[in-house]
């Protein structure tokens, strides 16, 4: 497809359990964002690659939270003994290269309930 | 860090303008604007660049003052397309992008 996808784009999921979602960027774009989105806030900085390197990750939470990109494309954001504050919109979005003149291009998003 | 945006919320008649407002208490390389209409991802509008570059939708305008590390988005003859939450951007550095709490925009037929 020409857009960003992820996977799956609803989990529900129970206090504790471990979680994997997916992102697949736009072919040829180097760069790639997580966002945490609550309702009614803007999209929360989580991390950024540029390649297959994490190139900030100042925005997780906490340790249970972790990203890769092994290949410099598709990229899986995994958060281990999920609590019910997880629960929120993740959002996946890529660009050309990193930097402020390239626009991010966002993927539908994944929304996780933790019950 | 996070950007304050003003005001939270506008209702508008279809034809009218609004301007929304994006402020940061760092020195900014750049702003971005982007519209999320409910239950959609973000959609990119705009870049503006420190040095007054900008790169976007033909029929938004915007403005970025650096000195004052703000920015401005002038919705003109608002449409009802345009209803959704804006979110402005920022990068102080290090290619990442802090966005706003957003300002949503009603339009009335």
């Known amino acids: 497809g020409a857009g960003v996808s992820q996977t799956p784009s609803n989990k529900v999921t129970e206090k504790g359990k471990y979680v994997e979602l997916r992102c697949d960027p736009i072919?040829?774009?180097?760069?790639l964002y997580w966002y945490r989105q609550s309702l009614g806030q803007g999209p929360e900085f989580l991390i950024y690659?540029?390649?297959?390197?994490?190139?900030?990750d100042s925005g997780l939470p906490n340790d249970r939270f972790f990203a890769v990109r092994p290949e410099g494309s598709v990229s899986t954001l995994k958060i281990q003994r999920t609590e019910r504050g997880d629960s929120a919109v993740y959002l996946c979005?890529?660009?050309?290269?990193?930097?402020?003149?390239?626009?991010?291009?966002f993927g539908p998003g994944t929304r996780l309930t933790v019950l | 860090q996070q950007p304050v945006q003003s005001p939270q919320a506008v209702i508008l008649r279809e034809g009218e303008d609004a301007v929304i407002n994006c402020s940061s208490s760092?020195?900014?390389?750049?702003v971005h604007w982007y519209r999320q209409k409910h239950g959609e991802a973000p959609v990119f509008l705009m870049i503006?660049?420190?040095?007054?570059e900008q790169k976007g939708h033909e029929k938004i305008s915007a403005s970025f003052n650096e000195k004052k590390q703000q920015s401005s988005l002038y919705l003109t003859a608002s449409q009802l397309s345009y209803s959704g939450t804006y979110f402005c951007?920022?990068?102080?550095?290090?290619?990442?992008?802090?966005f706003g709490k957003g300002t949503r925009l009603h339009i009335l037929p």
């Open positions: 979005a890529s660009s050309l290269i990193a930097g402020g003149y390239n626009e991010q291009f």
């Open positions: 072919s040829g774009h180097t760069a």
């Open positions: 690659f540029q390649g297959t390197g994490a190139a900030d």
């Open positions: 760092k020195a900014l390389y750049s």
């Open positions: 503006l660049l420190k040095g007054g």
């Open positions: 951007g920022t990068e102080t550095g290090h290619d990442k992008i802090i």
